[in-house]
């Protein structure tokens, strides 16, 4: 798995502590998200997207959170394209409560 410098270097400015994930865990990850959420666009479930997903988020706390891109094609009902055989790795975070605005890592 590929570190990736500037998301690192955006954690840090924002306080918060970071370690990069095994990459065997960070399949396993992939695959528990999958299994919980996947559905919700295969079965046509309601969903917030855009502006209203940006306001829940932005409303949320956690000291710990993960940063598990896919590694696969698509991320959930949007396809991702054919990614390099190298990977970004995960990360786990610990901050203050705050969730940063990560948008800005879209392409991960």
């Not at 954690?11 to 299994?35: C, D, F, V, Y």
């Not at 046509?44 to 932005?58: F, I, L, T």
């Not at 990360?91 to 990560?102: A, F, I, Q």
């Amino acid at each position: 798995m590929l570190r990736d410098q500037r998301l690192e270097n955006f954690l840090e400015t924002q306080g918060i502590k970071w370690s990069m994930i095994p990459a065997s865990r960070h399949q396993t990850l992939e695959n528990e998200w999958e299994a919980h959420f996947g559905g919700v666009w295969r079965l046509g479930m309601r969903h917030r997207s855009g502006g209203r997903a940006q306001d829940e988020y932005a409303r949320r706390q956690a000291e710990q959170f993960l940063i598990v891109p896919f590694l696969g094609d698509h991320a959930g009902p949007i396809s991702v394209g054919v990614k390099s055989s190298l990977r970004t790795a995960a990360y786990e975070c610990n901050s203050t409560g705050k969730l940063p605005d990560l948008s800005v890592f879209c392409e991960l």
